[in-house]
């Protein structure tokens, strides 16, 4: 995923709309709009820095002739104490962006250094982390791609770019068709496959044996094993090996950092992990003015 300028420029505007509203009512009265400053936004922790650009593009968007000097990029590690980068021009300017801009940095650095805790615990296995749609409305662009400059993987974006066939689905489909027809994954796995574009990623998720086997012979392109205990993933990956369908296998549900390695050691192929981005916790930063 590149990163969308235009995307992001409408986040940023509506932020700052958010912030300062009809205007700073501290910074206009005590500084004067033709004085300068220099700065530096510095980094009080270790992590994997994210949201240089949208940082240096919220500046722009309250005054271009401000200079944003970073001296890192995106997907760097830095320590603490790091000067992250260099700001200088108009005082009230940079006044009016400093929260708005740090926000950004802080909250996407937080992902992105969460993330690369998880892919450095299971770098000795080839499985991917994934993120999921806990995300806060309106900034999942942004929170998926501080997931992938983390190291991360992206799952869906939302509902409209692939099928996932979850247990309230299932709940659904299964209350209409106690009128007559037999119940199966089987079945509405291929009449999700039948009733959307060609080429669409057709997932399920199953949180037992039975339902393993049976969303197996339906032919989705992954099974998301919901919930399951290692040894029950460990099954699941046997009957795959036995079967001429060999989806891909997603391993979800309550796996935090002190328990990743133990499923990655099952041999699935993604392990997702909502935690990437729906309790994350902001890196500590600070702009220093000189």
Do not use: W
């Amino acid at each position: 995923m590149q990163f969308d300028r235009a995307r992001t420029l409408a986040i940023i505007k509506a932020a700052l709309k958010e912030d300062i509203g009809k205007g700073d009512i501290t910074t206009q009265p005590l500084v004067d709009d033709i004085s300068s400053v220099k700065g530096v936004i510095v980094s009080s922790q270790e992590c994997v820095i994210c949201g240089l650009e949208a940082a240096e593009m919220v500046i722009s968007a309250i005054d271009y002739s401000v200079r944003f000097k970073p001296n890192c990029k995106d997907g760097d590690f830095v320590g603490a104490g790091k000067d992250v980068a260099f700001i200088e021009g108009h005082t009230a300017s940079i006044l009016r962006a400093e929260r708005t801009m740090l926000n950004f940095l802080t909250f996407l650095s937080g992902i992105s250094t969460r993330t690369r805790q998880y892919v450095d615990r299971v770098k000795p296995c080839n499985v991917k982390i994934m993120d999921t749609r806990k995300t806060i409305p309106l900034l999942r662009y942004l929170e998926k791609y501080a997931v992938l400059t983390g190291g991360g993987t992206n799952h869906r974006m939302g509902l409209y770019d692939r099928v996932l066939i979850k247990d309230n689905h299932i709940r659904c489909r299964k209350a209409v068709l106690l009128r007559g027809r037999e119940f199966s994954l089987k079945s509405i796995i291929e009449e999700a496959r039948k009733k959307n574009r060609k080429g669409t990623i057709v997932e399920v998720e199953v949180s037992t044996l039975e339902e393993f086997s049976d969303a197996l012979r339906g032919n989705p392109d992954i099974i998301m094993l919901d919930n399951m205990q290692t040894h029950e993933i460990i099954a699941c990956i046997e009957i795959r090996k036995l079967s001429k369908i060999k989806p891909l296998l997603e391993a979800s549900g309550g796996i935090t950092l002190e328990t990743v390695h133990k499923y990655a050691k099952t041999g699935v192929d993604m392990i997702s992990v909502g935690e990437l981005t729906d309790s994350v916790r902001a890196i500590d930063m600070s702009l220093e003015l000189v």
